[in-house]
């Protein structure tokens, strides 16, 4: 199971951290990501890691804004964004690949992830 928590309304150009723990399965042999979703548009990529932390991939549009880190320890998966715009406004959800794909790969795309957490709502405002 992953559960995102620290969704909120905020102002552009402010900073949200998102987390995502999990329970059920040790995260540390599997590339962790989030993606996100506005009303009518389709989920998009937003960010991954790979097993140990040392690679991430991010959408061009949050390059440089949005950081993914992981801790193994606690099973968790973060998001920290800064400089927040309206168009960042989404439903953000956290997500697991479980394809073995060695410990350097960072999942590019929504389709590879496998498991999906229930989101969590971050609300932008000009």
């Known amino acids: 199971q992953l559960v995102e928590s620290g969704g909120g309304s905020v102002q552009a150009g402010d900073s949200l951290r998102l987390s995502c723990g999990v329970s059920?399965?040790?995260?540390?042999?599997?590339?962790m990501g989030w993606a996100r979703q506005a009303p009518g548009q389709d989920r998009e990529f937003v960010a991954s890691i790979n097993w140990r932390g040392e690679r991430t991939a991010y959408a061009d549009s949050v390059q440089g804004r949005f950081t993914i880190s992981r801790d193994n320890a606690k099973n968790s998966v973060y998001l920290q964004m800064d400089s927040l715009k309206p168009e960042d406004t989404a439903v953000y959800y956290c997500?697991?690949?479980?394809?073995?794909?060695?410990?350097?790969?960072?999942?590019?795309?929504?389709?590879?992830?496998?498991?999906w957490g229930q989101g969590t709502q971050v609300t932008v405002s000009s």
């Open positions: 059920g399965r040790a995260i540390s042999s599997f590339a």
């Open positions: 997500a697991l690949d479980l394809t073995y794909s060695g410990p350097h790969y960072t999942t590019p795309t929504v389709a590879e992830f496998d498991y």
